[in-house]
Protein backbone atom coordinates (compact mmCIF):
# COMPACT_ATOMS: atom_id res chain seq x y z
CA UNK A 1 0.00 0.00 0.00
CA UNK A 2 1.18 3.80 -1.11
CA UNK A 3 1.74 5.60 2.09
CA UNK A 4 1.72 9.29 2.08
CA UNK A 5 2.65 10.85 5.01
CA UNK A 6 1.95 14.24 6.64
CA UNK A 7 4.50 15.05 9.76
CA UNK A 8 1.54 17.34 11.43
CA UNK A 9 -2.06 16.21 11.99
CA UNK A 10 -2.85 19.49 13.51
CA UNK A 11 -0.72 22.94 13.63
CA UNK A 12 -1.20 26.26 15.43
CA UNK A 13 1.34 29.16 14.24
CA UNK A 14 1.28 32.73 15.06
CA UNK A 15 1.14 35.17 12.40
CA UNK A 16 4.62 35.96 10.91
CA UNK A 17 6.13 33.07 12.09
CA UNK A 18 8.21 30.33 9.61
CA UNK A 19 6.00 27.18 8.97
CA UNK A 20 7.12 23.82 7.97
CA UNK A 21 5.29 21.31 6.55
CA UNK A 22 6.30 18.23 5.81
CA UNK A 23 5.79 15.25 3.28
CA UNK A 24 6.98 11.83 2.58
CA UNK A 25 6.24 8.75 0.20
CA UNK A 26 7.13 5.41 0.24
CA UNK A 27 6.38 4.47 -3.17
CA UNK A 28 9.28 6.04 -5.09
CA UNK A 29 7.01 8.07 -6.81
CA UNK A 30 8.50 11.05 -8.49
CA UNK A 31 5.49 13.49 -8.30
CA UNK A 32 4.96 15.19 -5.67
CA UNK A 33 1.79 18.28 -4.70
CA UNK A 34 0.83 20.61 -1.64
CA UNK A 35 -2.92 21.17 -2.26
CA UNK A 36 -5.06 23.20 0.54
CA UNK A 37 -8.76 22.71 0.81
CA UNK A 38 -11.14 25.55 2.16
CA UNK A 39 -15.00 25.08 2.65
CA UNK A 40 -17.11 25.64 -0.56
CA UNK A 41 -13.35 26.19 -2.93
CA UNK A 42 -12.58 22.24 -2.99
CA UNK A 43 -8.62 21.82 -3.51
CA UNK A 44 -6.01 24.55 -4.70
CA UNK A 45 -2.78 23.45 -6.19
CA UNK A 46 -0.19 25.48 -4.42
CA UNK A 47 3.26 23.78 -6.24
CA UNK A 48 4.10 20.29 -7.27
CA UNK A 49 7.51 18.78 -8.35
CA UNK A 50 8.14 15.79 -11.05
CA UNK A 51 11.55 15.71 -9.87
CA UNK A 52 14.11 15.86 -6.83
CA UNK A 53 15.03 19.68 -7.01
CA UNK A 54 12.35 20.61 -9.81
CA UNK A 55 9.56 23.05 -8.73
CA UNK A 56 6.60 23.90 -10.40
CA UNK A 57 4.19 27.14 -9.36
CA UNK A 58 0.58 25.68 -8.87
CA UNK A 59 -2.56 27.81 -8.97
CA UNK A 60 -2.04 29.93 -5.88
CA UNK A 61 1.84 29.67 -5.00
CA UNK A 62 1.61 32.84 -3.57
CA UNK A 63 2.69 33.34 0.28
CA UNK A 64 4.35 29.34 -0.16
CA UNK A 65 7.42 27.92 -1.40
CA UNK A 66 8.77 24.31 -1.38
CA UNK A 67 11.82 22.43 -0.90
CA UNK A 68 12.29 18.90 -2.67
CA UNK A 69 16.19 17.87 -1.78
CA UNK A 70 15.13 14.02 -1.64
CA UNK A 71 12.78 11.81 -3.79
CA UNK A 72 10.66 11.10 -1.13
CA UNK A 73 10.03 13.62 0.92
CA UNK A 74 8.51 17.35 -0.18
CA UNK A 75 8.12 19.87 2.02
CA UNK A 76 5.81 23.34 1.85
CA UNK A 77 7.31 26.55 3.69
CA UNK A 78 4.98 29.09 4.55
CA UNK A 79 7.70 31.95 4.92
CA UNK A 80 6.06 34.24 7.02
CA UNK A 81 2.12 32.93 8.09
CA UNK A 82 -0.44 35.11 7.95
CA UNK A 83 -4.47 34.47 8.79
CA UNK A 84 -5.13 33.83 5.32
CA UNK A 85 -3.10 30.46 5.25
CA UNK A 86 -5.17 28.99 7.96
CA UNK A 87 -6.43 26.10 6.08
CA UNK A 88 -6.62 22.32 5.52
CA UNK A 89 -3.00 21.20 3.78
CA UNK A 90 -2.83 17.97 1.99
CA UNK A 91 0.39 16.32 0.52
CA UNK A 92 -0.16 13.61 -2.56
CA UNK A 93 1.90 12.30 -4.89
CA UNK A 94 1.33 10.23 -8.27
CA UNK A 95 2.09 6.73 -9.65
CA UNK A 96 3.34 6.61 -13.56
CA UNK A 97 0.35 4.79 -14.63
CA UNK A 98 -0.60 6.03 -18.27
CA UNK A 99 0.85 9.37 -19.61
CA UNK A 100 -2.37 11.07 -19.12
CA UNK A 101 -4.17 9.54 -16.07
CA UNK A 102 -2.33 10.73 -12.54
CA UNK A 103 -3.86 8.41 -9.93
CA UNK A 104 -3.05 10.70 -6.53
CA UNK A 105 -2.57 9.17 -3.44
CA UNK A 106 -3.37 11.81 -0.64
CA UNK A 107 -1.54 11.84 2.78
CA UNK A 108 -4.13 12.88 5.97
CA UNK A 109 -3.89 16.46 6.19
CA UNK A 110 -2.42 19.01 8.31
CA UNK A 111 -4.34 21.06 9.55
CA UNK A 112 -2.87 24.47 9.82
CA UNK A 113 -4.29 27.42 12.10
CA UNK A 114 -2.70 30.84 12.26
CA UNK A 115 -3.16 32.67 14.73
CA UNK B 1 -9.92 28.45 -17.47
CA UNK B 2 -10.74 24.88 -16.93
CA UNK B 3 -13.33 24.19 -14.32
CA UNK B 4 -15.42 21.40 -12.30
CA UNK B 5 -18.50 22.06 -10.58
CA UNK B 6 -20.34 20.07 -8.40
CA UNK B 7 -23.09 20.47 -5.68
CA UNK B 8 -22.46 20.83 -2.35
CA UNK B 9 -24.59 18.46 0.02
CA UNK B 10 -26.91 15.60 -0.76
CA UNK B 11 -28.93 13.91 1.46
CA UNK B 12 -30.37 10.39 1.49
CA UNK B 13 -31.63 7.37 3.45
CA UNK B 14 -29.55 4.18 4.44
CA UNK B 15 -30.52 1.51 1.24
CA UNK B 16 -31.45 3.96 -1.03
CA UNK B 17 -29.55 5.11 -3.90
CA UNK B 18 -27.38 8.58 -3.87
CA UNK B 19 -26.18 9.98 -7.42
CA UNK B 20 -23.64 12.62 -7.06
CA UNK B 21 -23.48 14.73 -9.83
CA UNK B 22 -20.34 17.27 -12.06
CA UNK B 23 -19.82 19.24 -14.52
CA UNK B 24 -16.46 20.17 -16.19
CA UNK B 25 -15.08 22.68 -18.79
CA UNK B 26 -12.22 21.30 -20.13
CA UNK B 27 -13.53 19.67 -23.64
CA UNK B 28 -9.64 17.82 -23.40
CA UNK B 29 -10.29 15.77 -20.27
CA UNK B 30 -9.16 12.27 -20.53
CA UNK B 31 -9.65 10.88 -17.36
CA UNK B 32 -11.90 11.41 -15.29
CA UNK B 33 -11.85 10.61 -11.49
CA UNK B 34 -13.52 10.17 -8.76
CA UNK B 35 -12.12 10.68 -4.74
CA UNK B 36 -13.80 10.16 -1.49
CA UNK B 37 -13.07 11.86 1.74
CA UNK B 38 -13.82 10.31 4.94
CA UNK B 39 -13.78 12.84 8.02
CA UNK B 40 -10.37 13.09 9.22
CA UNK B 41 -8.75 11.55 6.54
CA UNK B 42 -7.04 12.52 3.16
CA UNK B 43 -8.95 12.00 -0.51
CA UNK B 44 -8.66 8.48 -1.72
CA UNK B 45 -9.20 7.23 -5.14
CA UNK B 46 -12.61 5.57 -5.71
CA UNK B 47 -13.17 4.96 -9.25
CA UNK B 48 -12.39 6.97 -12.66
CA UNK B 49 -13.04 6.49 -16.21
CA UNK B 50 -11.50 7.41 -19.45
CA UNK B 51 -13.03 9.86 -21.28
CA UNK B 52 -14.15 7.47 -24.42
CA UNK B 53 -16.23 5.07 -21.86
CA UNK B 54 -19.68 6.30 -21.40
CA UNK B 55 -20.03 3.80 -17.64
CA UNK B 56 -17.68 1.88 -15.66
CA UNK B 57 -19.39 0.12 -12.85
CA UNK B 58 -18.01 -1.35 -10.08
CA UNK B 59 -19.67 -3.49 -7.59
CA UNK B 60 -21.68 -0.49 -5.97
CA UNK B 61 -20.54 2.14 -7.70
CA UNK B 62 -21.38 3.12 -11.29
CA UNK B 63 -20.31 5.86 -12.74
CA UNK B 64 -21.63 7.71 -16.27
CA UNK B 65 -20.42 10.26 -18.66
CA UNK B 66 -21.94 12.37 -20.77
CA UNK B 67 -19.29 13.88 -22.98
CA UNK B 68 -21.26 15.65 -25.03
CA UNK B 69 -22.66 17.49 -22.03
CA UNK B 70 -19.40 17.29 -20.10
CA UNK B 71 -21.64 15.60 -17.35
CA UNK B 72 -20.09 13.22 -14.77
CA UNK B 73 -22.00 11.01 -12.38
CA UNK B 74 -21.49 8.66 -9.55
CA UNK B 75 -24.17 6.26 -8.51
CA UNK B 76 -24.07 4.79 -4.88
CA UNK B 77 -26.30 1.47 -5.17
CA UNK B 78 -27.68 0.67 -1.25
CA UNK B 79 -25.98 3.61 0.68
CA UNK B 80 -24.92 2.46 3.58
CA UNK B 81 -23.90 4.60 6.71
CA UNK B 82 -20.22 4.37 5.93
CA UNK B 83 -20.53 5.93 2.81
CA UNK B 84 -20.99 9.16 4.40
CA UNK B 85 -18.04 11.27 3.16
CA UNK B 86 -17.30 14.09 0.73
CA UNK B 87 -16.90 13.04 -2.75
CA UNK B 88 -14.74 15.07 -5.09
CA UNK B 89 -15.02 15.16 -8.99
CA UNK B 90 -11.69 15.42 -10.50
CA UNK B 91 -10.66 15.98 -14.20
CA UNK B 92 -7.15 15.75 -15.96
CA UNK B 93 -6.46 18.25 -18.22
CA UNK B 94 -3.98 19.65 -20.36
CA UNK B 95 -2.60 23.31 -19.58
CA UNK B 96 1.02 23.07 -20.83
CA UNK B 97 0.78 19.83 -18.74
CA UNK B 98 -1.42 17.85 -17.08
CA UNK B 99 -2.71 18.37 -13.95
CA UNK B 100 -5.79 17.51 -11.51
CA UNK B 101 -8.58 19.91 -11.24
CA UNK B 102 -10.84 19.35 -8.73
CA UNK B 103 -14.45 20.18 -7.88
CA UNK B 104 -15.13 22.18 -4.64
CA UNK B 105 -16.30 17.98 -3.50
CA UNK B 106 -20.43 17.05 -2.28
CA UNK B 107 -21.02 15.86 1.27
CA UNK B 108 -23.03 12.90 1.44
CA UNK B 109 -25.51 12.48 4.35
CA UNK B 110 -26.50 9.17 4.79
CA UNK B 111 -29.67 8.97 7.14
CA UNK B 112 -30.08 5.38 9.32
Known amino acids: DVKVTQSSRYLVKRTGEKVFLECVQD?????MFWYRQDPGLGLRLIYF???????EKGDIPEGYSVSREKKERFSLILESASTNQTSMYLC??????????????FGSGTQLSVL | GEDVEQSLFLSVREGDSSVINCTYT??????LYWYKQEPGAGLQLLTY?????DMKQDQRLTVLLNKKDKHLSLRIADTQTGDSAIYFC????????????FGAGTRLFVKA
Open chain 1, 27 to 31: MDHEN
Open chain 1, 49 to 55: SYDVKMK
Open chain 2, 90 to 101: AESAYTGGFKTI
Open chain 1, 92 to 105: ASSSPGEATNEKLF
Open chain 2, 26 to 31: DSSSTY
Open chain 2, 49 to 53: IFSNM
